[in-house]
Protein backbone atom coordinates (compact mmCIF):
# COMPACT_ATOMS: atom_id res chain seq x y z
CA UNK A 1 0.00 0.00 0.00
CA UNK A 2 1.27 3.69 -0.13
CA UNK A 3 2.98 4.93 2.62
CA UNK A 4 3.50 8.07 1.36
CA UNK A 5 1.02 11.18 1.42
CA UNK A 6 0.87 14.89 1.62
CA UNK A 7 -1.09 16.83 3.73
CA UNK A 8 -2.75 19.16 1.11
CA UNK A 9 -4.24 18.51 -1.98
CA UNK A 10 -4.07 21.88 -3.23
CA UNK A 11 -1.90 24.60 -2.18
CA UNK A 12 -2.50 28.92 -3.29
CA UNK A 13 0.19 30.78 -3.11
CA UNK A 14 0.36 34.49 -3.91
CA UNK A 15 3.31 35.26 -6.61
CA UNK A 16 6.44 36.26 -4.60
CA UNK A 17 5.71 34.45 -1.67
CA UNK A 18 7.33 31.17 -0.24
CA UNK A 19 6.11 27.74 -0.80
CA UNK A 20 5.62 25.07 1.50
CA UNK A 21 4.50 21.50 0.82
CA UNK A 22 4.80 19.11 3.08
CA UNK A 23 4.88 15.11 3.08
CA UNK A 24 4.08 12.47 5.57
CA UNK A 25 5.71 8.89 5.31
CA UNK A 26 5.40 5.91 7.37
CA UNK A 27 8.37 3.26 6.01
CA UNK A 28 10.78 3.95 8.33
CA UNK A 29 13.48 1.78 5.94
CA UNK A 30 12.83 4.39 3.11
CA UNK A 31 16.45 6.09 3.00
CA UNK A 32 16.51 8.37 0.13
CA UNK A 33 13.50 10.79 -0.71
CA UNK A 34 13.04 12.89 -3.91
CA UNK A 35 10.33 16.08 -4.68
CA UNK A 36 9.04 16.13 -8.12
CA UNK A 37 7.30 18.41 -10.20
CA UNK A 38 4.83 17.93 -12.89
CA UNK A 39 3.37 20.49 -15.63
CA UNK A 40 0.19 19.71 -17.21
CA UNK A 41 0.62 17.42 -19.89
CA UNK A 42 4.15 16.44 -19.24
CA UNK A 43 6.18 13.59 -16.99
CA UNK A 44 7.61 14.02 -13.47
CA UNK A 45 10.66 16.23 -13.11
CA UNK A 46 13.07 15.97 -10.53
CA UNK A 47 13.71 19.17 -8.50
CA UNK A 48 15.77 17.96 -5.49
CA UNK A 49 16.69 14.75 -3.45
CA UNK A 50 17.62 14.03 0.31
CA UNK A 51 18.87 11.08 1.65
CA UNK A 52 17.83 9.64 4.93
CA UNK A 53 21.29 10.99 6.89
CA UNK A 54 20.53 14.43 5.96
CA UNK A 55 18.17 16.98 7.63
CA UNK A 56 18.43 19.69 4.97
CA UNK A 57 19.41 20.30 1.78
CA UNK A 58 18.87 23.39 -0.38
CA UNK A 59 18.97 23.48 -3.90
CA UNK A 60 18.42 27.11 -6.30
CA UNK A 61 15.44 28.92 -4.71
CA UNK A 62 14.08 25.46 -3.30
CA UNK A 63 14.66 23.62 0.54
CA UNK A 64 13.98 19.98 1.32
CA UNK A 65 13.83 19.46 5.09
CA UNK A 66 13.95 16.11 6.73
CA UNK A 67 12.65 14.79 10.14
CA UNK A 68 13.07 11.73 10.40
CA UNK A 69 11.86 11.56 14.19
CA UNK A 70 7.83 12.62 12.81
CA UNK A 71 8.66 11.27 9.49
CA UNK A 72 7.92 13.90 7.61
CA UNK A 73 9.64 16.24 4.84
CA UNK A 74 8.80 19.14 3.35
CA UNK A 75 9.39 21.69 0.23
CA UNK A 76 10.09 25.40 0.71
CA UNK A 77 10.43 27.28 -2.66
CA UNK A 78 11.74 30.66 -2.40
CA UNK A 79 10.12 33.73 -3.72
CA UNK A 80 7.49 31.62 -5.82
CA UNK A 81 6.84 32.21 -9.62
CA UNK A 82 3.83 31.11 -12.08
CA UNK A 83 6.37 28.85 -13.66
CA UNK A 84 5.98 27.04 -10.14
CA UNK A 85 2.37 25.95 -10.92
CA UNK A 86 2.36 22.67 -11.29
CA UNK A 87 1.53 19.36 -9.12
CA UNK A 88 4.38 18.45 -6.62
CA UNK A 89 4.92 14.76 -5.67
CA UNK A 90 7.24 13.22 -2.74
CA UNK A 91 8.32 9.94 -3.34
CA UNK A 92 10.53 7.24 -0.97
CA UNK A 93 12.79 4.70 -2.12
CA UNK A 94 14.40 1.94 0.25
CA UNK A 95 17.24 1.62 -1.67
CA UNK A 96 17.42 -2.23 -0.72
CA UNK A 97 13.94 -2.71 -2.78
CA UNK A 98 15.49 -2.89 -6.17
CA UNK A 99 15.03 1.26 -5.56
CA UNK A 100 11.40 1.54 -6.44
CA UNK A 101 10.07 5.36 -6.18
CA UNK A 102 6.84 5.08 -3.75
CA UNK A 103 5.10 7.95 -4.98
CA UNK A 104 1.72 10.23 -2.59
CA UNK A 105 -1.05 11.72 -4.34
CA UNK A 106 0.65 15.19 -4.89
CA UNK A 107 0.09 18.28 -4.07
CA UNK A 108 -1.37 20.80 -6.87
CA UNK A 109 0.46 24.59 -6.30
CA UNK A 110 -1.50 27.09 -8.30
CA UNK A 111 0.50 30.73 -8.07
CA UNK A 112 -1.72 33.87 -7.97
CA UNK A 113 -0.33 36.70 -9.90
CA UNK B 1 20.54 13.24 -25.82
CA UNK B 2 16.84 13.15 -25.99
CA UNK B 3 16.56 11.64 -22.57
CA UNK B 4 13.59 9.50 -22.18
CA UNK B 5 11.16 8.93 -25.08
CA UNK B 6 8.16 7.26 -25.19
CA UNK B 7 5.79 5.84 -28.28
CA UNK B 8 2.92 6.39 -29.19
CA UNK B 9 1.58 9.86 -27.08
CA UNK B 10 -2.09 9.15 -27.14
CA UNK B 11 -4.44 5.73 -28.23
CA UNK B 12 -7.85 4.60 -28.30
CA UNK B 13 -8.24 0.60 -27.62
CA UNK B 14 -11.50 -1.18 -28.02
CA UNK B 15 -12.13 -3.35 -24.82
CA UNK B 16 -10.11 -6.88 -25.87
CA UNK B 17 -7.44 -5.40 -28.51
CA UNK B 18 -3.75 -5.79 -27.76
CA UNK B 19 -1.15 -2.93 -28.03
CA UNK B 20 2.75 -2.13 -26.95
CA UNK B 21 3.97 0.53 -25.12
CA UNK B 22 6.85 1.56 -26.37
CA UNK B 23 10.16 3.32 -24.13
CA UNK B 24 13.38 4.38 -25.08
CA UNK B 25 16.34 5.77 -23.15
CA UNK B 26 19.74 7.05 -24.59
CA UNK B 27 21.64 7.60 -21.35
CA UNK B 28 22.74 4.07 -20.88
CA UNK B 29 20.69 4.04 -17.74
CA UNK B 30 20.57 -0.18 -16.62
CA UNK B 31 17.03 0.70 -14.74
CA UNK B 32 13.84 1.44 -16.51
CA UNK B 33 10.51 1.60 -14.82
CA UNK B 34 6.67 1.62 -16.43
CA UNK B 35 4.25 4.01 -14.06
CA UNK B 36 0.05 4.01 -13.90
CA UNK B 37 -1.15 7.81 -13.61
CA UNK B 38 -4.66 7.87 -12.01
CA UNK B 39 -6.38 11.40 -11.11
CA UNK B 40 -5.31 11.41 -7.42
CA UNK B 41 -3.45 8.20 -6.97
CA UNK B 42 -0.05 9.37 -8.07
CA UNK B 43 1.93 6.99 -9.73
CA UNK B 44 1.62 3.43 -9.55
CA UNK B 45 4.66 1.18 -10.38
CA UNK B 46 3.35 -1.66 -12.97
CA UNK B 47 6.53 -3.36 -13.98
CA UNK B 48 10.12 -2.41 -13.44
CA UNK B 49 13.45 -3.77 -14.99
CA UNK B 50 16.76 -3.76 -13.63
CA UNK B 51 18.81 -4.54 -16.32
CA UNK B 52 18.71 -6.34 -19.99
CA UNK B 53 16.70 -9.38 -20.09
CA UNK B 54 15.16 -8.90 -16.14
CA UNK B 55 11.93 -7.58 -15.41
CA UNK B 56 9.92 -7.51 -12.33
CA UNK B 57 6.60 -6.57 -11.12
CA UNK B 58 5.55 -3.79 -9.42
CA UNK B 59 2.63 -2.76 -7.49
CA UNK B 60 0.04 -2.93 -10.23
CA UNK B 61 0.99 -5.85 -13.01
CA UNK B 62 -1.99 -7.30 -13.10
CA UNK B 63 -3.00 -7.20 -17.18
CA UNK B 64 0.37 -6.30 -18.13
CA UNK B 65 3.69 -7.69 -19.75
CA UNK B 66 7.16 -6.35 -20.19
CA UNK B 67 10.21 -6.82 -21.99
CA UNK B 68 13.88 -5.82 -22.26
CA UNK B 69 15.24 -7.69 -24.88
CA UNK B 70 17.91 -4.30 -25.50
CA UNK B 71 18.57 -2.08 -22.66
CA UNK B 72 17.79 0.99 -23.96
CA UNK B 73 14.48 -0.38 -24.65
CA UNK B 74 11.41 -1.20 -22.39
CA UNK B 75 8.21 -2.52 -24.10
CA UNK B 76 4.85 -2.52 -21.65
CA UNK B 77 2.24 -5.04 -23.35
CA UNK B 78 -1.37 -5.04 -22.76
CA UNK B 79 -2.65 -8.23 -23.94
CA UNK B 80 -6.52 -7.65 -23.74
CA UNK B 81 -7.03 -4.22 -23.34
CA UNK B 82 -9.68 -3.08 -20.32
CA UNK B 83 -11.23 0.29 -19.50
CA UNK B 84 -9.60 0.14 -16.31
CA UNK B 85 -6.84 -0.11 -18.03
CA UNK B 86 -7.46 3.62 -19.42
CA UNK B 87 -4.54 5.79 -17.93
CA UNK B 88 -1.16 7.93 -18.77
CA UNK B 89 1.75 5.59 -18.73
CA UNK B 90 5.11 7.44 -17.67
CA UNK B 91 7.87 5.29 -18.43
CA UNK B 92 11.40 6.12 -16.31
CA UNK B 93 14.90 5.25 -16.07
CA UNK B 94 17.80 5.45 -14.12
CA UNK B 95 21.29 4.56 -13.42
CA UNK B 96 23.05 2.12 -11.66
CA UNK B 97 22.58 1.34 -7.75
CA UNK B 98 24.19 4.23 -6.17
CA UNK B 99 22.28 7.02 -8.36
CA UNK B 100 18.58 6.46 -7.56
CA UNK B 101 17.23 9.69 -9.41
CA UNK B 102 14.37 8.50 -12.26
CA UNK B 103 14.18 10.24 -15.21
CA UNK B 104 10.76 10.31 -16.76
CA UNK B 105 9.42 10.13 -20.18
CA UNK B 106 6.50 12.95 -21.34
CA UNK B 107 3.85 9.71 -21.17
CA UNK B 108 1.25 7.87 -23.35
CA UNK B 109 -2.35 8.64 -22.61
CA UNK B 110 -4.62 5.86 -23.53
CA UNK B 111 -8.31 5.65 -23.72
CA UNK B 112 -9.64 2.26 -23.52
CA UNK B 113 -13.42 1.51 -24.86
Known amino acids: ?113 | NAGVTQTPKFRVLKTGQSMTLLCAQDMNHEYMYWYRQDPGMGLRLIHYSVGEGTTAKGEVPDGYNVSRLKKQNFLLGLESAAPSQTSVYFCASSSNRGQETQYFGPGTRLLVL
Open chain 1, 1 to 113: GESVGLHLPTLSVQEGDNSIINCAYSNSASDYFIWYKQESGKGPQFIIDIRSNMDKRQGQRVTVLLNKTVKHLSLQIAATQPGDSAVYFCAEIVTSNDYKLSFGAGTTVTVRA
